[in-house]
Each structure stands twice: as structure tokens, then as C-alpha cells.
């Protein structure tokens, strides 16, 4: 059985860093295609980074230079370094993983950055 659980999330301020870690179970993450989300609210969940299984990372443009995907293989797990958080920032950031056969999701962790 697949299991996708992000953490790390949290209320933080303007300027601050936090890290999402998203641990899989039933799967590895080094063998398959990931990324992370962002759902904010009253709005689509939009693709923030993603990670290829060759190691490709791409991120979107709101958050180049600002936030970083990355895979911890020993730990089964992918992070999302995101440094300067801002308030467009905030929401529910999920995690995915793409096999061959079907997609895979976490159940979400909440960042909310607010002075």
C-alpha cells in the first residue's frame, strides 16, 4: 500500500524558511517522478517544483531562487527547502508521486505566512 506524509508545515512570518518533507511508504520516490503543490485558498492546487526520477528539478517562477526540491534516498523521502516565504505563499502544499500505472498524493500540510 502506497503512503504519501508530508510535514513540516506551519504559521510563519514574511522572510521566514521552513522545510516540507514528504516520506513515502510502499514506493520509492528515486525510482518515479515527483513534485510538490500548492493549493491556496479559493484556488487550484498549481504545481510548485518537480523532480524527475533522473534528477531533473524544476520550480515555477514564483518561487525560483526561493524555494529548492530535493530527494533524501537513505530516508525514502523528498523535501521542499522554501526560503523568504511570503503571504502569496500560504496554503496547502501537497506532495505527488507519478508511476507508470497511476498517481499518488499526500493528504497536505499547511503553511500560512503572515505578519
Known amino acids: 500500500q502506497v503512503q504519501l506524509v508530508e510535514s513540516g508545515g506551519g504559521p510563519v512570518q514574511p522572510g521566514a524558511s521552513l522545510t516540507l518533507s514528504c516520506a513515502a511508504s510502499g514506493i520509492r520516490f528515486s525510482m518515479n517522478d515527483m513534485g510538490w503543490y500548492r493549493q491556496a485558498p479559493g484556488k487550484q492546487r498549481r504545481v510548485v517544483a518537480t523532480?524527475?526520477?533522473?534528477?531533473?528539478?524544476s520550480v515555477a517562477d514564483s518561487v525560483k531562487g526561493r524555494f529548492t526540491i530535493s530527494r533524501d534516498n537513505t530516508k525514502n523521502a523528498v523535501n521542499l527547502q522554501m526560503n523568504n516565504l511570503q503571504p502569496e505563499d500560504t496554503g496547502v502544499y501537497y506532495c505527488?508521486?507519478?508511476?507508470?500505472?497511476?498517481?499518488?498524493w499526500g493528504q497536505g500540510t499547511q503553511v500560512t505566512v503572515s505578519s
Open positions: 505527488r508521486i507519478q508511476t507508470i500505472f497511476r498517481e499518488y
Open positions: 523532480l524527475t526520477a533522473g534528477g531533473t528539478s
